[in-house]
């Protein structure tokens, strides 16, 4: 059976793509209800992931699918002179036969390449690029058409049980809950003019120039920024960004040096080392809120200290689960993608990345990030794109196979638990959370997601595990949402309706 992932292609009319997503279903019927095509199909493999397919309906087939349409419009046709149902056949033929042919072709080509690609055995990721309106039904003698298609690699599933894994462990302590608290504070802080100069940890208000010699590459105004080692923007960092802004005041300019990644927007600025100007509006530092009753009931109706520590506690046992998962994840997919040295089509995976995007956001949502933590891993991401992207899609196709094999699927309350937890995190409704997801159509990045951790959760449960501390993420990077090359192809990777939350739900409100 064709199979169906990701990519997306804009050649085809819009009810020529429903129909064609529809294929797997109507194939299915088809070998119940319907008489296969005699079809002769010829592949040309054009890479790992590329095929050319040209196919040959018979005359035989092309005759049956019009008497088969011909058949149910008799039944039902109104023409002049006659009573509903009770025209000619053959006028009838005449008189829509044109129509008649349209929906015979489409039908056609629909079924043709669904059964061609289960008789070929292709697992086929992205609608055929075929341009349907090309494509002539002949009066006499066969239809020959042909079309690109990505496909999954053919490969030798991996050896993936009794693999040797390190799993991070912590008990957590009431330090650790303390600092903990302190981060989750200091998102309803508030920003207080400071008297004196900046240090690490406080904030600055600036405007933003990134310039290459002359010329001017990207702007920012006002721009929040709190001073942290590394400054992150969606295709470059700032190292040591806390050392360039010690001291600094308002009024103040300082000059440091951007790196921007090799997978930069910008394509004559890969790699290269660019100028980052921050002319210092303010200064300020972060005022926590006190624990009083108000204050407790405005973040989610927590009615004493002692409870929110408890949610701390099992947030931060969460994040721990998360990296348990992910670092085991890590493990698994570097030894399942070790001879996975397919070449990846340069389109698949622009297409992808957003929808790794997708899927990474949810992850980090529903593990309880908080929305800097996520931004940061954003970025980091959009900073290697193409090979991140690249080493996601071989573990997806390798996952999505011993998921086939193990006959893994998600159920109904897989995609509740999973919208549960990102509400929790988001302090939302699961009903709009969930509509949020369905309406930025990020449910199939969610089925993966769901995919992907039931397979290695299998996976996990043959392996042997040795223990290894667990250590919190530093916490050394500031992200903000530009990108300093100033070409920004990738847009915001949030959920549709998320973005005025994240600004007003979490960090700090300025006095």
Same mark, same amino acid.
């Given at each position: 059976?064709?199979?169906? %992932?990701?990519?997306?292609?804009?050649?085809?009319?819009?009810?020529?793509?429903?129909?064609?997503?529809?294929?797997?279903?109507?194939?299915?019927?088809?070998?119940?209800?319907?008489?296969?095509?005699?079809?002769?199909?010829?592949?040309?493999?054009?890479?790992?992931?590329?095929?050319?397919?040209?196919?040959?309906?018979?005359?035989?087939?092309?005759?049956?699918?019009?008497?088969?349409?011909?058949?149910?419009?008799?039944?039902?046709?109104?023409?002049?002179?006659?009573?509903?149902?009770?025209?000619?056949?053959?006028?009838?033929?005449?008189?829509?036969?044109?129509?008649?042919?349209?929906?015979?072709? %489409?039908?056609?080509?629909?079924?043709?390449?669904?059964?061609?690609?289960?008789?070929?055995?292709?697992?086929?990721?992205?609608?055929?690029?075929?341009?349907?309106?090309?494509?002539?039904?002949?009066?006499?003698?066969?239809?020959?058409? #042909?079309?690109?298609?990505?496909?999954?690699?053919?490969?030798?599933?991996?050896?993936?049980?009794?693999?040797?894994?390190?799993?991070?462990?912590?008990?957590?302590?009431?330090?650790?809950?303390?600092?903990?608290?302190?981060?989750?504070?200091?998102?309803?802080?508030?920003?207080?003019?400071?008297?004196?100069?900046?240090?690490?940890?406080?904030?600055?208000?600036?405007?933003?120039?990134?310039?290459?010699?002359?010329?001017?590459?990207?702007?920012? #105004?006002?721009?929040?920024?709190?001073?942290?080692?590394?400054?992150?923007?969606?295709?470059?960092?700032?190292?040591?960004?806390?050392?360039?802004?010690?001291?600094?005041?308002?009024?103040? %300019?300082?000059?440091?040096?951007?790196?921007?990644?090799?997978?930069?927007?910008?394509?004559?600025?890969?790699?290269?080392?660019?100028?980052?100007?921050? #002319?210092?509006?303010?200064?300020?530092?972060?005022?926590?809120?006190?624990?009083?009753?108000?204050?407790?009931?405005?973040?989610?109706?927590?009615?004493?200290?002692?409870?929110?520590?408890?949610?701390?506690?099992?947030?931060?046992?969460?994040?721990?689960?998360?990296?348990?998962?992910?670092?085991?994840?890590?493990?698994?997919?570097?030894?399942?993608?070790?001879?996975?040295?397919?070449?990846?089509?340069?389109?698949?995976?622009?297409?992808?990345?957003?929808?790794?995007?997708?899927?990474?956001?949810?992850?980090?949502?529903?593990?309880?990030?908080?929305?800097?933590?996520?931004?940061?891993?954003?970025?980091?991401?959009?900073?290697?794109?193409?090979?991140?992207?690249?080493?996601?899609?071989?573990?997806?196709?390798?996952?999505?196979?011993?998921?086939?094999?193990?006959?893994?699927?998600?159920?109904?309350?897989?995609?509740?638990?999973?919208?549960?937890?990102?509400?929790?995190?988001?302090?939302?409704?699961?009903?709009?959370?969930?509509?949020?997801?369905?309406?930025?159509?990020?449910?199939?990045?969610?089925?993966?997601?769901?995919?992907?951790?039931?397979?290695?959760?299998?996976?996990?449960?043959?392996?042997?595990?040795?223990?290894?501390?667990?250590?919190?993420?530093?916490?050394?990077?500031?992200?903000?949402?530009?990108?300093?090359?100033?070409? #920004?192809?990738?847009?915001?990777?949030?959920?549709?309706?998320?973005?005025?939350?994240?600004?007003?739900?979490?960090?700090?409100?300025?006095?």
């Amino acid at each position: 059976m064709a199979h169906k %992932t990701p990519p997306e292609s804009d050649s085809l009319a819009p009810e020529d793509v429903a129909e064609l997503e529809n294929s797997d279903i109507e194939g299915e019927e088809a070998t119940e209800d319907q008489e296969p095509l005699e079809l002769e199909v010829v592949v040309d493999k054009r890479g790992a992931c590329q095929r050319h397919l040209t196919i040959t309906v018979g005359r035989a087939d092309i005759d049956r699918y019009f008497d088969s349409e011909f058949s149910e419009l008799v039944k039902e046709a109104e023409v002049p002179g006659f009573r509903p149902g009770h025209a000619p056949r053959k006028l009838i033929e005449a008189r829509f036969r044109k129509d008649v042919a349209e929906k015979v072709k %489409t039908t056609l080509l629909t079924d043709a390449i669904g059964q061609a690609a289960d008789d070929e055995g292709l697992s086929v990721i992205s609608e055929p690029e075929i341009d349907v309106d090309a494509v002539k039904l002949p009066d006499e003698g066969p239809l020959t058409f #042909e079309f690109d298609v990505e496909v999954r690699p053919e490969f030798d599933v991996p050896q993936w049980k009794g693999l040797s894994i390190k799993r991070p462990v912590r008990e957590f302590t009431a330090d650790d809950v303390d600092a903990q608290l302190k981060r989750v504070l200091a998102r309803y802080g508030r920003l207080v003019p400071k008297d004196g100069p900046a240090a690490s940890g406080d904030y600055v208000t600036a405007n933003l120039t990134f310039t290459d010699g002359e010329q001017v590459l990207s702007k920012a #105004e006002e721009e929040v920024i709190r001073i942290r080692p590394n400054l992150s923007f969606r295709d470059g960092k700032v190292t040591e960004f806390d050392k360039l802004m010690d001291g600094v005041r308002a009024g103040e %300019t300082r000059q440091g040096k951007a790196n921007l990644t090799d997978d930069a927007p910008n394509v004559l600025l890969r790699g290269k080392e660019v100028t980052a100007t921050f #002319e210092v509006l303010e200064v300020k530092e972060l005022e926590l809120p006190e624990l009083t009753e108000e204050f407790l009931e405005s973040i989610g109706g927590v009615e004493s200290e002692a409870d929110l520590r408890d949610l701390i506690k099992d947030n931060l046992v969460r994040q721990l689960e998360y990296q348990q998962h992910q670092q085991a994840r890590e493990q698994v997919t570097a030894v399942l993608t070790e001879a996975a040295d397919w070449d990846l089509p340069p389109e698949l995976l622009k297409r992808q990345s957003q929808r790794e995007l997708h899927r990474a956001v949810l992850e980090l949502q529903r593990s309880g990030f908080s929305e800097d933590e996520i931004r940061a891993h954003e970025n980091e991401l959009r900073q290697h794109s193409n090979e991140s992207t690249a080493r996601a899609l071989k573990e997806h196709f390798i996952l999505e196979r011993i998921a086939e094999d193990e006959e893994i699927d998600a159920t109904e309350a897989d995609y509740e638990r999973e919208i549960t937890l990102i509400a929790m995190q988001t302090n939302d409704s699961v009903r709009k959370v969930r509509a949020r997801i369905e309406k930025g159509g990020m449910m199939d990045a969610l089925h993966n997601q769901i995919i992907e951790r039931k397979v290695i959760d299998r996976i996990l449960a043959e392996a042997v595990f040795k223990e290894v501390p667990y250590q919190f993420e530093s916490g050394e990077t500031e992200a903000i949402d530009r990108a300093a090359g100033g070409h #920004e192809d990738i847009p915001e990777a949030k959920p549709e309706g998320h973005e005025e939350e994240a600004e007003t739900d979490d960090g700090p409100t300025e006095a």
